[in-house]
């Protein structure tokens, strides 16, 4: 069934909070685990048994609710931690996911500031995202303001769980 089109005919993609409610619906809620990036969950996650969801330690990882375009996929949530890069996801999923084992953090992503949410640009003494980071890509400069490095970034999402007025994001 195109729910979509059912949406429109019952008159919710008429308003804007409809519309935005629908894109919503469409887009993930996080990024997948780090270690099944590329691989075509979409064919083999929606029978499974989701054994990475029982075996992720710092209990990260989540399905797609169903009424979501992604039901029962896998999602990263980083609301409460990070990504400890443990690999007990891998181990627990049937899927036969080679690691590369040159490659102890795979990037899920990168952090990016909203410097209009973050409380450090409107000069509170703020460290909090800087101060989880393991990997030193977010630094603080000029009067404590957060700035994140690129380079060093690899998106495990520990800021985000720090950050006291969810100024951070993954993309």
């Known amino acids: 069934m ?18 935005a409610q629908e894109v919503l619906r469409q887009q993930p809620l996080g990024p997948p685990p780090p270690w099944h990036r590329g691989l075509a969950l979409e064919s083999h996650c929606p ?8 075996a992720c ?4 990882i989540h399905l797609h609710p169903q009424d979501h375009d992604l039901a029962g996929l896998p999602y990263l949530d980083f609301n409460t931690s990070g990504c400890t890069f443990c690999k007990a996801c891998v181990e627990a999923c049937p899927l036969n996911v ?3 084992n040159a490659t102890t953090r795979p990037a899920i992503g ?9 409380i450090a640009w409107d000069d ?14 977010i630094k603080t400069v000029h009067q404590r303001r957060a700035q994140i ?7 495990c999402g520990m800021c985000l769980a720090a950050c006291p007025v969810q100024a951070l994001s993954i993309v």
Do not use: W
């Open 2 to 19: 195109d729910r979509g089109r059912r949406a429109f005919l019952r008159g919710t993609l008429l308003t804007r909070a409809g519309r």
């Open 47 to 54: 029978g499974c048994t989701h054994p990475c969801v029982t």
């Open 57 to 60: 330690d710092p209990g990260i």
């Open 98 to 100: 080679t690691i590369d």
């Open 110 to 118: 990168t952090a990016q500031l909203n410097r209009e949410s973050c």
């Open 124 to 137: 509170v003494i703020c460290m909090a995202c800087s101060g989880r980071c393991d990997y030193h890509a």
């Open 149 to 155: 490095d690129t380079e060093l970034c690899n998106g």
